[in-house]
């Protein structure tokens, strides 16, 4: 299968390393800037320039590929979606607020499969998420929580940068979606605060938004409550709401985005917390079930430093063109992960290490 993956940064790279293990697969990293390719060339791979803002670029790009990964940034989805569309591409992204690509998607006609948000979430938590619930009787309460953290934080805000800047922007200033007594709502970031313990360790969490994707939607018919929060250490949230409410900073997204960038160190040595909990009936009675997971970074490909955080969403993003490529989801339009078996995904050879 030939595969095109467009950004290559943290996890365009991932995906390819993660890629070029496997034979059934000819991987080519595209990009706009000499930097960034230079990076890719560092690492073996095959390169090519593309300016993805540019739909004529992207058909003539797309129509050399079987399948595209869009790992760029967000605002560029709906034009390489529209490429993909055009050229019967299959289409696999990690963009958290994929309503226009989804709805590109619904309007059009289309050969390939489209999947957006593959990744951590809501991807991932989307896939666990869904199969916890099959296995209880409504009404269901469930809280989905996820964070990726340094292993050993060196800063008051325990915090690292394994993401992208203006993802966790987005994440700590964006409306939370979620559901409340079975209804569709909208809700402030940074509350619904909670303190727990995973083997031995402290942590906090509390909302912030993007990470359910369509889950409240599909589930709503069988799920009375559910809210998606992120996982920090302790006094994580008291600092962020110094820098975002008391100064201001979440009306001010260019200083802020100044701030998190030259103020809080790239972290590669870190741990994904995953911690997924629903209460509901079991045969009658009340039952509840939860799924815990911590992933740690581990080195990869050339022994390119690779955060777990960017390791796990590169990895779910490889299993999905995998299942494509097996003819293991449905073509001919958009696929929700929620509709996804979790089977398929922890059985997967390049997920299975990392949820054993």
Not at 10 to 18: E, K, M, N, S, T
Not at 110 to 126: E, R
Not at 301 to 324: E, Q
Request: overall charge negative; glycine content about 10%; charged content about 20%.
């Amino acid at each position: 299968m030939r595969v095109l993956i467009i950004g290559a940064g943290r996890i365009g790279l991932a995906v390819a390393g993660i890629l070029c293990t496997a034979t059934e697969y000819r991987v080519e990293v595209a990009d706009t800037t000499t930097e960034a390719l230079d990076q890719a060339n560092a690492r073996g791979y095959r390169t090519r320039h593309l300016d993805a803002s540019k739909l004529s670029g992207c058909v003539d790009a797309l129509r050399d590929f079987d399948l595209v990964v869009n790992a760029s940034k967000a605002k560029l989805g709906s034009t390489i979606a529209t490429a993909a569309l055009q050229t019967g591409t299959h289409y696999v992204d990690t963009v958290e607020d994929a309503g226009a690509i989804k709805a590109l998607a619904e309007e059009t006609g289309h050969a390939g499969t489209i999947l957006p948000g593959c990744g951590l979430s809501p991807g991932l938590v989307a896939n666990i998420a869904s199969e916890l619930a099959g296995a209880l009787e409504g009404p269901i309460d469930m809280v989905v929580r996820a964070g990726g953290l340094p292993v050993n934080p060196s800063t008051s805000l325990g915090y690292g940068l394994s993401w992208d800047v203006d993802g966790l922007i987005a994440e700590y200033t964006g409306l939370c979606q979620g559901l409340v007594e079975g209804a569709l709502v909208s809700l402030p970031p940074l509350q619904q605060y909670e303190h727990f313990v995973l083997n031995g360790r402290p942590y906090e969490a509390f909302s912030t938004a993007g990470g359910l994707g369509d889950l409240c939607v599909a589930l709503q018919p069988k799920v009375r409550n559910l809210s998606f929060k992120t996982i920090r250490y302790p006094g994580h949230l008291h600092l962020a709401r110094f820098l975002l409410e008391e100064l201001g900073l979440k009306r001010r997204h260019d200083i802020l985005r100044t701030v998190l960038r030259y103020g809080i160190p790239d972290v590669v040595q870190d741990v994904l917390v995953i911690f997924i909990s629903v209460r509901g009936q079991h045969e009658g009675v009340p039952a509840e079930r939860s799924y815990v997971r911590k992933i740690y970074h581990e080195p990869m490909r050339n022994a390119f430093p690779v955060s777990a955080m960017s390791h796990t969403s590169a990895a779910h993003v490889c299993a999905m063109v995998d299942l494509i490529r097996e003819g293991s989801l449905p073509g001919g339009g958009l696929v929700r992960h929620e509709s996804i078996p979790y089977r398929l995904i922890a059985e997967n050879r390049f997920m299975s290490r990392l949820l054993d």
